[in-house]
């Protein structure tokens, strides 16, 4: 396992640009499935959740690989396997959406189910329930989601998927996949508007589906009998595009943010002009502009943030806004309403100096907060992102633990914040205690061999290594 170890107080210059989304990824990939012709996707990010979605799709049966310009080609077999399991699922919950595309391509599914995670309760009766009005018998038997399709395949239909939180992003890309080969029209009501799967919409149609809607809450799939195959490059990363643009506006510096979508970051930008953050922003970059941290007024306002579904403040930035909070002049309040308990990293932030006290889905933060180094524990792909932010700008030296957790959605995230300036490296964290030796560092890019030699590590995933 390895750990950053950061020196805080650098001020970020340069340019970054952003990689491929993963969330948009993952079920492209999926939808591989349900042709045997090949789909190439360019930009597919180099990380470790796409390296265990090529896992479970190689499971399948299908061929995967990465070709020397980095595009990843799939393609699936023409009589897959039919049963996806719980060693990878327990991994990546991206990888359930694997069961719409195998039911509605092989009339039959077993998939793993993906159980709760450290961001809280997540379950899936909202695709169980997309792909039951589909025609299918579902069961769950010993862990596992056992589908079948009726005699004829399935057959569209209309439905409303919106559960308690609203719509649900995996869920709607299942149900989607699934519709597409279905007899007749299926209309799904309160679809997810995620730009994640409009992308997906868009990868089907290149397929030969023919989906229309997207983006908004009512999606019309009309069934066809066959799809081919398509070459797809995925929309930027949004959450990485925040991310690093949350970096630049923390230390102050001047950051540009290129290769991504500001139309898909409306809500973080206008609350960062509430914040009275100065940014500049173009058709595919934005900016932070610099200014002086150590002129408290200049610092950020406090500001409020709900997370709720596209195009509403999304959950997967919620960490890293709070981190921003921690310097802002004064109490703000951030409320989770997707995943209530995705709160891991506020003891993480307290560590390092921050005043947050939580209530209920909501966590009040008291800034400026004069953060400073010490050793803190990743526990989930977005908590460890705040954590790296608050070490860029925390005094003295943060080492982060468990940063595998980070490997899983941003690409040599070290490598890219050490070239705008940040000074922080990757160490192998069983350095043995008490050595004068400088410890080692290390570059990490996933690869295909990589992820399987990982999979054979004596050390094996910890219980908390589960999918966000
Ligand atoms: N929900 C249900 N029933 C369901 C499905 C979801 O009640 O059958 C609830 C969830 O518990 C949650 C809400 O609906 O409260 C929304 O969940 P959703 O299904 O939209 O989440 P997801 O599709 O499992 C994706 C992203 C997450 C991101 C959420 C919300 C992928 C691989 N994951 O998860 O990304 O937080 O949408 O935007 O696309 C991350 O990247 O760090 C991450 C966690």
Redesign the pocket.
């Known amino acids: 396992m390895d750990k950053f170890v950061i020196e805080g107080g650098r001020t970020l210059r340069g340019k970054v640009r952003v990689c491929g989304s993963?969330?948009a990824v993952?079920?492209v990939l999926a939808a591989s499935l349900l042709s045997d012709e090949p789909l190439v996707i360019p930009n597919a990010p180099r990380l470790s959740d796409v390296e265990s979605m090529l896992d479970v799709l190689r499971d399948l049966g299908s061929t995967a690989s990465r070709r020397s310009d980095g595009a990843v080609l799939v393609q699936s077999a023409d009589t897959p396997a039919d049963c996806a399991s719980w060693d990878h699922v327990r991994k990546m919950?991206?990888s359930i959406s694997v069961l719409g595309p195998l039911l509605a391509r092989h009339g039959r599914a077993v998939v793993s189910q993906p159980g709760g995670c450290v961001?809280?309760?997540?379950?899936?009766?909202?695709?169980?329930k997309g792909l039951r009005a589909l025609g299918a018998k579902i069961e769950t038997e010993h862990g596992y989601v056992v589908a079948e399709a009726p005699k004829g395949g399935l057959k569209g239909d209309e439905m409303y998927l919106g559960?308690?939180?609203?719509?649900?992003?995996?869920?709607t890309?299942n149900v989607m996949m699934a519709a597409t080969l279905a007899r007749g029209r299926t209309v799904i009501h309160g679809a997810?508007c995620?730009p994640?799967v409009v992308d997906l919409g868009d990868c089907l149609n290149k397929m030969g589906a023919k989906i229309s809607g997207l983006g908004s809450p009512r999606i019309v799939i009309d069934g066809v009998e066959r799809l081919g195959g398509a070459t797809h490059a995925v929309i930027p990363d949004r959450?990485e595009a925040g991310t690093y643009l949350i970096a630049g506006v923390m230390t102050g510096g001047a950051v540009r943010v290129e290769n991504c979508r500001p139309d898909h970051l409306t809500v973080l930008l206008e609350r960062l002009g509430e914040a009275r953050v100065p940014f500049q922003q173009g058709p595919d970059w934005i900016a932070s502009v610099p200014y002086d941290v150590r002129d408290r007024a200049r610092a950020p306002q406090p500001t409020d943030v709900t997370t709720l579904?596209?195009p509403a403040f999304?959950?997967?930035l919620q960490a890293q806004w709070m981190a921003l909070m921690t310097l802002a002049n004064g109490m703000s309040v951030i409320t989770e309403t997707?995943?209530s308990d995705r709160y891991m990293h506020v003891a993480e932030l307290m560590r390092l100096g921050a005043t947050v006290r939580r209530q209920g889905a909501s966590a009040i933060v008291l800034g400026p907060a004069p953060l400073s180094g010490a050793p803190v524990m990743a526990s989930?792909?977005?908590a460890s992102a705040a954590l790296v932010l608050a070490g860029l700008v925390a005094k003295g030296t943060t080492e982060i633990h468990r940063v595998y957790h980070i490997d899983r959605?941003y690409e040599r995230i070290e490598e890219r914040l050490r070239a705008l300036g940040a000074e922080i490296k990757r160490v192998d964290d069983r350095e043995p205690a008490g050595t004068d030796e400088p410890p080692t560092v290390k570059t990490v890019v996933p690869t295909e061999s990589g992820a399987k030699a990982a999979k054979r590590k004596p050390t094996g995933a910890p219980a908390t290594r589960r999918a966000?």
């Open positions: 993963k969330n993952l079920p919950r991206g961001i809280g309760v997540r379950p899936i009766d909202l695709h169980l559960g308690p939180q609203g719509s649900t992003v995996l869920g890309a997810a995620e994640e959450i579904p596209y999304p959950t997967d997707i995943y989930d792909l977005r959605g966000t």
